[in-house]
């Protein structure tokens, strides 16, 4: 079963996709998160990434498919989290999981309004621990001790990018080029929108629930 999570920077992808992979027993394949990981030990790859992150531009997609190519060779199913993430990426997976025999699930689009994910990125940490990497929100959705993972005690830590400047270039990118994926998904109609408005107080639990229903629906097509 392969699940992608489409939605703008702070919309809870990695939540709600953490949350995937554990009720249906998936692997989470999150790009950013393994790009942060190549920074951190300054690899060739994380030394390229880097120019592109730090400024809130996306990684070229040459590098990207290679990258997401080799991990899904690995894996018999995945939730993917932050890819595809342009049209010319979103092909390169059809094409690959074609070739494998193999085909997308559904598509899980968090829908979030952007005055609400400026705020949701800017108030953000996460776990230091990479194979933990829980999220937490200091406003919405606090560790229970400050600072503290809840799952495995190591240290929260904010992304280097979480800066209003950069998230606003994010945002644009967003805006710009992952939304057409939106349409492309619809057309080939495999979206499942999941509205969220955390002033609506829209908790995860909620879109937790819808989402396993959405992808329950489809399973059982
Ligand atoms: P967010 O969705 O909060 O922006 P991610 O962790 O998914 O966070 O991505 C962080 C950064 O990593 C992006 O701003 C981009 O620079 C890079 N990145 C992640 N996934 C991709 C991708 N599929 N294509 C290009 N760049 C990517
Ligand atoms: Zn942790």
Do not use: W
Request: charged share 30%; net charge negative.
């Amino acid at each position: 079963m392969y699940i992608i999570m489409l939605g703008a920077p702070g919309s809870g992808k990695g939540t709600i996709g953490t949350e995937i992979c554990k009720h249906y027993n998936l692997t989470h394949l999150a790009t950013g998160d393994i790009f942060r990981e190549e920074i951190k030990n300054q690899t060739e790859l994380g030394k390229e990434a880097e120019k592109y992150i730090s400024q809130g531009k996306l990684v070229p997609d040459e590098i990207t498919i290679k990258l997401v190519e080799k991990q899904l060779d690995e894996l018999d199913g995945a939730v993917l989290d932050g890819f595809p993430r342009t049209i010319e990426q979103a092909s390169a997976l059809d094409s690959y999981l074609n070739s494998k025999g193999k085909a997308i699930t559904a598509v899980i689009d968090l829908n979030v309004p952007d005055e609400d994910l400026v705020v949701r990125t800017s108030s953000r940490v996460i776990c230091s621990n990479k194979t933990c990497r829980a999220a937490y929100n200091t406003k919405f959705m606090p560790s229970k001790v400050e600072g503290v993972c809840d799952v495995c005690g190591s240290a929260l830590i904010r992304r280097a990018d979480d800066v209003p400047e950069i998230i606003r270039n994010r945002l644009k990118v967003y805006h710009e080029e992952t939304e057409q994926l939106i349409n492309y998904y619809r057309e080939k109609e495999l979206l499942e929108p999941i509205d969220i408005n955390i002033y609506s107080e829209t908790t995860r639990e909620d879109t937790t629930a819808k989402t396993f229903n959405a992808i329950d629906k489809r399973i059982a097509e």
